[in-house]
């Protein structure tokens, strides 16, 4: 057999192997949870039970399904160091000043549960000041784990394109977050993130807290006199400055879901773990865990689904086979003021309010 025999025998085998290749997938997936406490060492230690080996052990495999796995870290990663936001006489429940410290080495359960992007915008992250603050971006980082919010951007290069989270919260802009108060000043962020990536992935922290704000408003909101921010004119301006996603956290339960522009908002996430710290009762316990699919050229929303998730024991997540929080979703969007809301199915389904248009297809003829 001569060299130009060989070469034609290669090459007529060229176009199967080519075919067989499955495509590749013009979406992009984004698993999301809410808050994540795993426990405490301060002002009392309350540890979960093998030293956090099985928090995630009922979920974990949910989280795994995405190529972004994102989660609200609410509280430093420390072994020591000052508490730094209640002062020595301002640190008990009656009070409403709370602070957190979980153990550094507990930066692998999040690893191994399939995180790789967690924000640090919320209250507690700086619980012990800046010593605690880097401590848990160095902890999470050395596990690969990317963070986010204020000038901690997160990158990632998924199928060439050019992905981004950035963090909001209701606190003024510093270095764990930007303000979500100055929605003009956020709207600049957006656009600004938007001129070097394809996407952009927006968290906020913000919103009333408690049973009573599981029915979203669409005005300023507060919780103990505190300024919360107005999530809906917040998540709005984001997706019409460009945000492909918006994901909330913050109330401590979950809220209703909304379509805007053909994009996604979830105004809250709810508890995600909540070890021995938070409350656990009603719609605190009830949780969930957001699997979506965003069409990789517009950004828009193409479907997903809702596991819903039950806060066991001390706060430990498990999968919820009765779909409480499915239920509790499903009725908090029947009820809310938008226009745009996601369809539901029986099995925890999501579904863009109308199907997206087809994209047209040129037949071999033509």
């Given at each position: 057999?001569?060299l130009?025999?060989?070469?034609?025998?290669?090459f007529a085998f060229?176009?199967v192997?080519?075919?067989?290749?499955a495509?590749?997938?013009?979406?992009?997936?984004?698993?999301?949870?809410?808050?994540?406490?795993?426990?405490?060492?301060?002002?009392?230690?309350?540890?979960?039970?093998r030293?956090?080996?099985?928090?995630?052990?009922s979920?974990?495999?949910?989280?795994r399904?995405?190529e972004?796995?994102?989660?609200?870290?609410?509280g430093?990663?420390?072994?020591?160091g000052?508490?730094s936001?209640?002062?020595?006489?301002?640190?008990?429940?009656?009070?409403?000043?709370?602070?957190?410290?979980?153990?550094?080495?507990?930066?692998?359960h999040l690893k191994?549960?399939?995180?790789?992007?967690?924000?640090?915008?919320?209250?507690?992250?700086?619980?012990?000041?800046?010593?605690?603050?880097e401590?848990?971006?160095?902890?999470?980082?050395s596990?690969?784990?990317?963070?986010?919010?204020?000038?901690?951007?997160?990158?990632?290069?998924?199928?060439?394109?050019?992905?981004?989270?950035?963090?909001?919260?209701?606190?003024?802009?510093?270095?764990?977050?930007?303000?979500?108060l100055?929605?003009?000043r956020?709207?600049?962020?957006?656009r600004?993130t938007?001129?070097y990536?394809d996407?952009?992935?927006?968290?906020?922290?913000?919103?009333?807290?408690?049973?009573?704000?599981?029915?979203?408003?669409?005005?300023?909101?507060?919780y103990?006199?505190?300024?919360?921010?107005?999530?809906?004119?917040?998540?709005?301006?984001?997706?019409?400055a460009?945000?492909t996603?918006?994901?909330?956290?913050?109330?401590?339960?979950?809220?209703?879901?909304?379509?805007?522009?053909?994009?996604?908002?979830v105004?809250?996430?709810?508890n995600?773990?909540?070890y021995?710290?938070?409350?656990?009762?009603?719609?605190?316990?009830?949780?969930f865990?957001?699997?979506?699919?965003?069409?990789?050229?517009t950004?828009d929303f193409?479907?997903?689904?809702?596991?819903?998730?039950?806060?066991?024991?001390?706060?430990i997540p498990?999968?919820?086979?009765?779909?409480k929080?499915?239920?509790?979703?499903?009725?908090?969007?029947?009820?809310?003021p938008?226009?745009?809301?996601?369809r539901?199915?029986?099995?925890?389904?999501?579904?863009?309010?109308n199907?997206?248009?087809?994209r047209?297809?040129?037949?071999?003829e033509?």
């Amino acid at each position: 057999m001569n060299l130009r025999t060989i070469s034609i025998s290669i090459f007529a085998f060229l176009p199967v192997l080519i075919s067989s290749q499955a495509p590749a997938p013009d979406f992009l997936t984004v698993t999301a949870v809410g808050d994540v406490l795993m426990g405490t060492t301060y002002p009392v230690t309350i540890l979960p039970p093998r030293d956090g080996a099985e928090l995630f052990g009922s979920v974990a495999q949910f989280l795994r399904q995405g190529e972004i796995v994102f989660g609200n870290l609410e509280g430093p990663l420390i072994d020591d160091g000052t508490p730094s936001k209640c002062g020595k006489n301002n640190v008990t429940p009656q009070q409403h000043c709370f602070e957190f410290r979980m153990p550094s080495r507990y930066a692998k359960h999040l690893k191994e549960a399939g995180f790789n992007v967690l924000s640090i915008a919320n209250n507690h992250s700086l619980d012990f000041g800046r010593e605690g603050l880097e401590s848990t971006i160095n902890s999470v980082t050395s596990e690969g784990i990317q963070v986010v919010g204020g000038r901690y951007v997160a990158a990632f290069r998924i199928r060439g394109k050019q992905i981004a989270l950035i963090g909001f919260s209701y606190l003024g802009e510093g270095i764990n977050s930007y303000s979500m108060l100055d929605i003009q000043r956020a709207r600049e962020i957006l656009r600004r993130t938007r001129t070097y990536a394809d996407h952009v992935v927006v968290s906020f922290h913000g919103g009333a807290e408690g049973k009573e704000a599981v029915e979203i408003t669409q005005g300023e909101e507060t919780y103990r006199g505190e300024r919360r921010g107005n999530p809906v004119a917040f998540a709005r301006a984001m997706i019409e400055a460009g945000a492909t996603l918006v994901l909330g956290h913050g109330p401590h339960v979950p809220r209703p879901l909304e379509i805007y522009k053909g994009k996604l908002i979830v105004y809250s996430l709810g508890n995600f773990v909540a070890y021995g710290v938070m409350n656990t009762k009603g719609p605190s316990g009830l949780s969930f865990i957001l699997q979506v699919k965003l069409d990789m050229a517009t950004g828009d929303f193409l479907g997903g689904r809702i596991v819903s998730v039950e806060l066991k024991g001390r706060g430990i997540p498990a999968v919820d086979p009765s779909k409480k929080a499915l239920n509790l979703l499903k009725e908090l969007s029947a009820t809310s003021p938008f226009e745009g809301r996601p369809r539901f199915g029986q099995n925890g389904e999501l579904f863009p309010t109308n199907p997206p248009a087809r994209r047209p297809t040129v037949s071999p003829e033509q």
